[in-house]
């Protein structure tokens, strides 16, 4: 489980805060989700590592320390399902609760050469802590896209109060796995969004080449985007709604331990945020939520008028060596800039609350694995699911392992 949002009665739930980890602080009820797990028959392993509050792309906590990548040791697995994303490749177990707020699931996978789905908002029930109204959904990282479509059949429970239920299709979603999806209309992007960014040229060459492959399958592949995604100060335009987030977690951690927080209680970039967020009137927050709202509205367009599918890296670098993105590194803002080029292309999907995947497609010339993304319309996870299969039977990647795995 991982420690956010995967509550378990009983069990420490630190969210990668160094004030809960002192307090001692633990779950009072489990998540619906973990209750799911366990009627499903599956056994809690432990409780994996974590950004702070889960913001970020990498996974190196003051609280408990850096989660290094089983490809490569001085890198880090991503974030902030770091910890999730490094026990499956290292061979620990082969499934692990994850979560994904802006990235947090195809960041990891993408970094440690798996299989991260993102479903759609509502798909999963978040309660009772959690609304399915946010930016954050659950899920697992595997190794195969049966494993992730298996799991997401037996999780799939709603209980009353849940906010947002996804429709769903009649039939399980492992029976899609290995079923022909057709011939699909596919989009690509194998270029940064957003300023001060570059791609990889591995992983620009990556896209073009899965494109080729598409079109080699017998799919319609051309280079198209929804327009929204390439409009940069519309994404900007959220930074109040999340700032507020931020400032909303940092008081609910104060509540929980009885105190104000103290220098050495949380890191200085969460602080940094949550005190940004007194610089902006309601009405600059609700002007941000309402900014969301018509993005979602505008990107579905693109679908609406004809494609399937969008294809995308998932992160525009391979991973990252540790400290690049720490919390005590010095440089805030650079490694801001540094982050946004491993969650640029995953985050707009998680405001659109669209399901997307991330599938381990190539490799850089050091051997590190990148990861690629396909995002679907709201709900048609059976796209995502079909054409993940089929592309699987292709690359094989499931028989490959890190090479620190036994």
């Known amino acids: 489980m991982k420690d956010l949002w995967a509550c378990e009665a009983g069990r420490p739930h630190h969210q990668g805060v160094q004030a809960l980890k002192d307090h001692g602080a633990v779950a009072d009820r489990d998540s619906h989700l973990v209750e799911a797990y366990r009627d499903a028959g599956f056994v809690s392993f432990g409780r994996t590592n974590t950004p702070e509050l889960g913001a970020g792309a990498t996974t190196e906590p003051l609280a408990y320390g850096p989660t290094r990548n089983p490809w490569d040791l001085a890198r880090g697995p991503g974030g902030s399902s770091g910890g999730a994303a490094a026990a499956v490749a290292a061979g620990v177990l082969p499934a692990a609760n994850a979560s994904d707020g802006g990235g947090s699931i195809r960041i990891p996978a993408a970094m440690c050469g798996l299989v991260g789905l993102k479903p759609s908002r509502g798909r999963i029930s978040m309660g009772p802590h959690m609304d399915e109204w946010g930016n954050s959904v659950q899920h697992v990282v595997c190794h195969t896209v049966r494993d992730s479509a298996a799991i997401l059949d037996a999780t799939i429970v709603h209980v009353p109060g849940d906010g947002v239920i996804a429709p769903r299709q009649d039939e399980p979603y492992a029976d899609l796995v290995g079923r022909d999806p057709g011939r699909l209309r596919i989009g690509f992007l194998d270029h940064a969004i957003r300023t001060n960014t570059e791609i990889d040229p591995d992983v620009a060459d990556a896209v073009r080449a899965t494109a080729a492959r598409l079109e080699a399958l017998g799919h319609h592949v051309e280079p198209s985007v929804p327009a929204p995604l ?120 998680n405001v659109t609350g669209q399901p997307a995947i991330s599938l381990p497609l190539a490799r850089s010339r050091e051997g590190l694995p990148i990861g690629l993304q396909f995002v679907a319309p709201y709900a048609r996870e059976d796209l995502l699911l079909s054409l993940a299969g089929q592309l699987e039977s292709e690359y094989r990647w499931g028989d490959e392992r890190a090479p620190l795995h036994p």
Request: charged share 20%; glycine share 6%; aromatic share 10%.
């Open 230 to 349: 390439l409009d940069e100060s519309r994404i900007t335009a959220w930074g109040p709604a999340f700032a507020a987030g931020t400032a909303a977690s940092v008081a609910a951690i104060a509540a929980e331990i009885g105190r104000e927080l103290d220098d050495g209680d949380i890191e200085p970039w969460t602080m940094f945020i949550a005190e940004r967020a007194s610089m902006f009137p309601p009405a600059a927050v609700i002007g941000a939520q309402k900014a969301m709202t018509t993005f979602r509205r505008d990107t579905a367009t693109w679908w609406a008028d004809g494609f399937d599918l969008l294809l995308t890296p998932t992160c525009l670098r391979p991973a990252p060596m540790l400290g690049e993105m720490a919390p005590d590194n010095d440089d805030l803002m650079g490694v801001q800039v540094t982050t946004l080029h491993y969650s640029q292309l995953t985050q707009p999907f």
